[in-house]
């Protein structure tokens, strides 16, 4: 049986630890989040036309004074536009779009990078090669459990928006080759940001949504660090979702030894797609109703969250029990586990007013020691 699945007819929702509310500069948004093996964890915002990290030294108990990164030029915030983070030992790598004018003008994708946990930081580094082509501000970025580095973004430097991909294996102080992840003649869905994801051995996989004969459904690749190219995408769907709007919302890939998770938006639904090999992948179950969706592998379980409406309530669900709410009021939730599936796991959200908004982080795995 399909974990999520199993997970609305039986079992109890782990506990949580205690909700942290950052200290952070006025303004923070957008926040994301990288745990390391070791369970350090690295947040990561926006502040204006600022970078900034957090640091938790203890497995996301409490986090350190804010450390401001920088940026170039302004910074694409809103929408899922706003810096990716990875933390693999004492390395921690950040990518942004950045632009003198964005809303659709120019922007790029740069990547910083420190060695000593945020308190030096290494000048930017472009990641497209194609100036300007990172102008949607929409991208992504992965890491693995050795320190490698994959970063995805939607480019427009031809006709039409593709998913460009590049790799780094220096803790992104230099990047290969970017490779065009789509089909000949494929569409994009061009507001949804693609995802991406390490499995074991240090596969490469990549989601983004794609468009044929009106129907927007999600598309994967996969490849491998030490090779430029990647396979045939492939459509990810039991059901396809007619419709003439891009939902600016994708979902999240779970790739571990237990298995392969797609989890994705649909007509208004959270579902989760998987089994051994997401090329095949059959088994289905709608997970609740909602949108803007995120999820993680932990040690034991899958962890969900998604908002039901629009700076509504936060919602919860692993392969324990169905739903919990997290918090009334959020926007921009995401969560978090260190690769291939262990503790911790944390989820962030903004909440509060628009105009000055408040990050939120918490525990859901279960408080406590280290298992």
């Known amino acids: 049986m399909h974990t999520l699945l199993a997970a609305l007819f039986f079992g109890l929702l782990p506990p949580v630890g205690d909700r942290i509310e950052l200290s952070t500069p006025a303004g923070a948004r957008e926040p994301q989040l990288s745990v390391a093996a070791d369970g350090t964890v690295v947040v990561a915002y926006g ?7 957090q640091v938790s030294k203890d497995r996301g108990a409490s986090f350190g004074t804010p450390i401001r990164v920088g940026a170039k030029d302004k910074l694409a915030l809103g929408m899922r536009r706003g810096p ?35 308190a030096t930081w290494k000048e930017p580094v472009r990641v497209n090669a194609v100036a300007g082509s990172a102008r949607e501000g929409l991208q992504t970025l992965a890491c693995g459990d050795d320190g490698a580095l994959l970063c995805a973004w939607i480019d427009l430097r031809g006709e039409q928006p593709v998913v460009m991909a590049s790799k780094s294996s220096d803790g992104g102080r230099a990047w290969s080759e970017n490779t065009n992840l789509m089909r000949a003649g494929n569409e994009l869905c061009p507001c949804c940001c693609p995802t991406a994801t390490f499995g074991p051995n240090g596969v490469e996989y990549l989601k983004w949504r794609g468009v044929v004969d009106g129907a927007r459904d999600p598309w994967f690749t996969s490849g491998m660090m030490t090779s430029k190219s990647f396979l045939p995408p492939r459509r990810l769907a039991t059901e396809h979702w007619k419709t003439d709007q891009c939902p600016m919302d994708l979902g999240s890939l779970l790739v571990t030894g237990l298995g392969q998770t797609a989890i994705v938006r649909r007509a208004g639904k959270v579902v989760s797609l998987g089994g051994p090999n997401l090329a095949a992948a059959k088994e289905e179950t709608v997970v609740g109703d909602g949108l803007q969706v995120w999820a993680a592998r932990g040690a034991r379980h899958e962890y969900i969250v998604y908002s039901e409406r629009p700076g509504g309530p936060l919602v919860l669900v692993t392969t324990e029990a169905p739903r919990r709410v997290l918090a009334e009021k959020a926007r921009a939730a995401v969560i978090a586990a260190p690769p291939l599936g262990a503790d911790p796991v944390i989820a962030a959200w903004e909440e509060g007013p628009a105009d000055a908004p408040r990050i939120v982080l918490l525990r859901v795995d279960g408080a406590g020691e280290p298992r």
């Open 47 to 53: 502040v204006k036309d600022a970078l900034h990290v």
């Open 84 to 118: 990716r983070v990875a933390v693999h030992g004492s390395a921690i790598t950040l990518t942004a779009i950045c632009g003198q004018e964005l809303a659709g003008k120019d922007g790029d994708v740069f990547a910083w990078s420190s060695d000593d946990l945020g």
